[in-house]
């Protein structure tokens, strides 16, 4: 900053304490001392302020880019998918002279081959259920009672 020696701030000292005197000296010292570590606290605020707003002009410059970058994927996405809805609104178009929903109602749905949805399967496999003489169907009681009465003897 300043280009000043040990002689210079020599010359400074001896003349200060013959003006101010020896009784002022210690005090003068001591205020320039503070009027200086404020000065240095007040330039090291400005150099942080100056660099943070250089980093935040950085920041937005970034963002803005990216923001422009993100526009342009998403305008080509945009020409891109248009142009495959076109593309594919002419070969259905051209394949196929019926509609969609009329080849829909008249194609069969599709059925599991053994499944029955709205029956309850247990875990346990039907062989070991009549091994071990599990019930597996659940008879009314009038039913049980016609399937076990003894056959009438006339």
Same mark, same amino acid.
């Given at each position: @900053?300043?280009?000043?020696?040990?002689?210079?701030?020599?010359?400074?000292?001896?003349?200060?304490?013959?003006?101010?005197?020896?009784?002022?000296?210690?005090?003068?010292?001591?205020?320039?001392?503070?009027?200086?570590?404020?000065?240095?606290?007040?330039?090291?605020?400005?150099?942080?302020?100056?660099?943070?707003? @250089?980093?935040?002009?950085?920041?937005?410059? @970034?963002?803005?880019?990216?923001?422009?970058?993100?526009?342009?994927?998403?305008?080509?996405?945009?020409?891109?998918?248009?142009?495959?809805?076109?593309?594919?609104?002419?070969?259905?178009?051209?394949?196929?002279?019926?509609?969609?929903?009329?080849?829909?109602?008249?194609?069969?749905?599709?059925?599991?081959p053994k499944k029955q949805w709205r029956l309850k399967v247990g875990a346990t496999p039907a062989w070991?259920?009549?091994?071990?003489?599990?019930?597996?169907?659940?008879?009314?009681?009038?039913?049980?009672?016609?399937?076990?009465?003894?056959?009438?003897?006339?």
């Amino acid at each position: @900053m300043f280009d000043i020696g040990v002689t210079k701030i020599a010359i400074i000292g001896a003349i200060a304490l013959v003006v101010i005197g020896p009784e002022r000296l210690p005090g003068v010292a001591r205020m320039a001392g503070n009027l200086l570590g404020r000065a240095r606290n007040y330039m090291a605020e400005v150099k942080a302020e100056v660099n943070r707003s @250089m980093e935040l002009d950085e920041l937005r410059k @970034m963002k803005d880019t990216f923001t422009g970058a993100a526009r342009d994927v998403e305008q080509t996405i945009q020409t891109h998918a248009s142009d495959f809805e076109k593309s594919w609104a002419e070969a259905t178009d051209a394949a196929s002279p019926v509609s969609l929903d009329a080849a829909y109602a008249e194609s069969p749905q599709y059925r599991h081959p053994k499944k029955q949805w709205r029956l309850k399967v247990g875990a346990t496999p039907a062989w070991y259920k009549a091994r071990a003489g599990v019930r597996t169907k659940a008879l009314s009681g009038a039913a049980r009672v016609a399937r076990f009465r003894p056959p009438k003897i006339s």
